[in-house]
Nanobody, 121 residues
Framework: QVQLVESGGGLVQAGGSLRLSCAASGGIYSINYMGWYRQAPGNQRELVAT???????NYAASVKGRFTISRDNAKNTVWLQMNSLKPEDTAVYYC???????????????WGQGTQVTVSS
């Protein structure tokens, strides 16, 4: 069973930095894209950043220039380096991955359990 486990959330002051990690495990054949989403109270879940298998990246306009997504394909791990954090970045951050478990099957999207990021003003 594929599992995504996030870590690295916490409380930080505005202007500070945090680094989130997400490790995928459990019968993985390959992973296409990996990404980070976030959901603040009362809001819908929104895209933060994605990274393809060959390293192509995509960022939400609100985080571009402040956040950096990266991955290690050998370790099935994705990171989100968050700098210059703002109170409006406060949310639960979720990792997701488009995983192939067998070369005979189509990919499927999996989600992590989420990690809280709180930025105080």
């Amino acid at each position: 069973q594929v599992q995504l486990v996030e870590s690295g959330g916490g409380l930080v002051q505005a202007g500070g930095s945090l680094r989130l990690s997400c490790a995928a495990s459990g019968g993985i054949y390959s992973i296409n894209y990996m990404g980070w989403y976030r959901q603040a109270p009362g809001n819908q879940r929104e895209l933060v950043a994605t990274i393809s298998g060959d390293g192509g990246t995509n960022y939400a306009a609100s985080v571009k220039g402040r956040f950096t997504i990266s991955r290690d394909n050998a370790k099935n791990t994705v990171w989100l380096q968050m700098n210059s954090l703002k109170p409006e970045d406060t949310a639960v951050y979720y990792c997701n991955a488009d995983v192939v478990v067998s070369r005979f099957l189509s990919s499927r999207t999996y989600w992590g359990q989420g990690t809280q990021v709180t930025v105080s003003s």
